[in-house]
């Protein structure tokens, strides 16, 4: 078996390749940036809380603050999770204390945060970012894409997740999905759809580099087992 990662590493130029047994070795730490959109967010604390995921949530960050009542704050209390609110402009994203605050995290999840991180903040952290974002892109961009696509009467609608690089939504691909859709739909479902596949190819990626089945190579691609 050593011989065939061995050759397997070397065809790919696979700069990673470590064993891990999920159940005996210690779950990753993780932070959670989101912004406003709860879809990505919820399902990720449902899926660790249910034990789907195999990672230890130690904060979630945010650049909307959500009130006391909340429906994620509530379940972020019962399971003492802290969750900090830090208001960003377009001149201070805040990056040196969210830096700070996940300070030891293995890994940082991007759960539909609507903020672009720094070349800075990426060299600094120095570990990997994992995004999602719509399959939307490039075609529809800025406000409200899910309604431009919709106009447009597109018919095959996706999500992508990748890890995070200096290059604006275009680091390695972990992960993709797609589902059709038609003149059956109203701008409702459409949405619906969109969403359910941000939260599935989000979490399946997370499982896959949590597994240590994703293998980058070459200067912007990955093998996934």
């Known amino acids: 078996m050593d011989e065939a990662f061995l050759k397997l590493s ?7 390749s470590v064993l891990r047994v999920p159940d005996l070795d210690p779950k990753f730490k993780i932070g959670v940036l989101a912004s406003k959109q709860d879809h990505c967010l919820v399902d990720l604390l449902y899926g660790w809380q249910e034990g789907r995921l195999p990672v230890d949530i130690t904060c979630v960050i945010s650049n909307h603050n959500r009130g006391p009542n909340n429906h994620v704050m509530r379940f972020l209390e019962r399971n003492n999770v802290p969750y900090h609110y830090l208001h960003t402009t377009k001149e201070n994203k ?13 890994f940082l999840v991007l759960a539909r945060y609507m903020q672009v991180l720094s070349g800075h903040f990426l060299r600094t952290y120095g570990k990997d970012v994992i995004n999602i974002h719509h399959g939307l892109l490039q075609s529809f ?20 997740s990748h890890i995070v690089t200096e290059e604006l939504d275009s680091g390695p691909i972990i992960e993709q999905m ?8 109203n701008l409702q479902s459409f949405v619906q759809k969109s969403e359910n596949l941000e939260r599935q190819c989000l979490a399946k990626a997370m499982r896959s580099y949590c597994e240590l089945r994703v293998l980058p190579y070459g200067e912007n691609r990955t093998v996934v087992f």
């Open 10 to 16: 070397k065809m790919f130029s696979a700069t990673r």
């Open 94 to 106: 805040r990056e040196g204390e969210i830096l700070e605050l996940v300070l030891n995290t293995d």
């Open 141 to 160: 961009k800025g406000g409200n894409p899910s309604k431009q696509a919709f106009d447009a009467g597109v018919k095959l609608i996706g999500a992508t």
């Open 178 to 185: 797609v589902e059709r859709v038609s003149q059956r739909d």
